[in-house]
């Protein structure tokens, strides 16, 4: 195993994502859709790996994270 994989490091990504989409008829010729997206919704932090050069010094200290926090997003759509 190399000395520098990160995966021995750091802990996997776990975002979870969710969607819920509603599609309605207006009228004949006339679509609407309702969303609503959430991005990383249990706004789960996942640290990076720690500073590993020895002479740094921020030795051993995890000084920033990985991920993004929790985004929501709305949308209205409509097509015709």
């Known amino acids: 195993m190399p ?3 990160t ?3 750091s ?3 776990n975002n979870m994502n969710l969607a819920i989409v509603k599609e309605f008829q207006v009228k004949e010729r006339i679509h609407g859709q ?3 997206e959430a ?3 249990l706004n789960y932090n996942r640290f990076a ?3 590993t050069y020895f002479t ?15 985004w929501i997003q709305f949308g ?4 015709f």
């Open 56 to 70: 740094s010094p921020t030795f051993g200290q995890i000084t920033w994270s990985e991920n993004q926090p929790r």
């Open 39 to 41: 991005f990383n919704a």
């Open 76 to 79: 209205l759509r409509m097509t």
């Open 7 to 9: 995966e021995v490091r």
């Open 49 to 51: 790996a720690p500073d």
């Open 11 to 13: 802990a996997p990504n």
């Open 3 to 5: 000395r520098w994989s």
């Open 34 to 36: 309702v969303r609503g």
